[in-house]
């Protein structure tokens, strides 16, 4: 075993295709932990098939969990000395706000979930707070959900990251 530590909880966000979910997954297997994959998209289509297949190229070796709805169950299955990567929460909210579920309700449930998790968890997300302002309704209600949900994760992580271009900036370190 090495030295490197995995905090119990560790956000890592960026934009899309930034390097976050190959940044997020170093972290785990340089962790040398039993690996679980929690994946939250749906293919819709077939652009998103394609992307789901080469993320699932890259994980020989992982348990997989699809859990495009219910994270705080897939949560639940990942033990102590096990760690997590939930891949993405922005799927995960696409989701549910698709769904028409109660979001704030979902935001609230995951977090306890997130804490009550007896493994590591790495939470992959997208920062879409930082372009223009969408032009429709449905577009700035997720918006500002993605932003509220990414607050409330990186509050509770004790690492937070930021990737872009494939570099990663520690945001938030462990005390």
């Given at each position: 075993?090495?030295?490197?530590?995995?905090?119990?909880?560790?956000?890592?966000?960026?934009?899309?295709?930034?390097?976050?979910?190959?940044?997020?997954?170093?972290?785990?297997?340089?962790?040398?932990?039993?690996?679980?994959?929690?994946?939250?998209?749906?293919?819709?289509?077939?652009?998103?098939?394609?992307?789901?297949?080469?993320?699932?190229?890259?994980?020989?070796?992982?348990?997989?969990?699809?859990a495009p709805l219910d994270v705080v169950s897939a949560l639940a299955t990942v033990g102590h000395g096990e760690a997590a990567l939930?891949?993405?929460?922005?799927?995960?909210?696409?989701?549910?706000?698709?769904?028409?579920?109660?979001?704030?309700?979902?935001?609230?449930?995951?977090?306890?979930?997130?804490?009550?998790?007896?493994?590591?968890?790495?939470?992959?997300?997208?920062?879409?707070?930082?372009?223009?302002?969408?032009?429709?309704?449905?577009?700035?209600?997720?918006?500002?959900?993605?932003?509220?949900?990414?607050?409330?994760?990186?509050?509770?992580?004790?690492?937070?990251?930021?990737?872009?271009?494939?570099?990663?900036?520690?945001?938030?370190?462990?005390?």
């Amino acid at each position: 075993m090495n030295n490197f530590f995995l905090p119990a909880l560790t956000l890592v966000t960026g934009g899309a295709a930034s390097g976050k979910s190959r940044f997020a997954e170093k972290l785990i297997t340089d962790s040398e932990l039993p690996r679980v994959y929690i994946a939250t998209a749906q293919a819709w289509d077939d652009e998103m098939r394609e992307k789901i297949s080469q993320h699932r190229d890259r994980r020989d070796g992982w348990r997989d969990v699809e859990a495009p709805l219910d994270v705080v169950s897939a949560l639940a299955t990942v033990g102590h000395g096990e760690a997590a990567l939930l891949d993405c929460l922005t799927m995960w909210l696409t989701n549910h706000l698709l769904a028409e579920s109660d979001l704030g309700r979902e935001t609230r449930r995951l977090c306890d979930a997130l804490t009550k998790c007896a493994g590591h968890v790495v939470v992959v997300t997208n920062e879409v707070g930082q372009g223009i302002v969408p032009d429709n309704a449905l577009s700035r209600q997720f918006r500002e959900a993605q932003g509220r949900l990414n607050q409330h994760v990186a509050a509770q992580a004790q690492a937070v990251t930021v990737v872009m271009s494939g570099l990663p900036l520690t945001l938030k370190a462990p005390v």
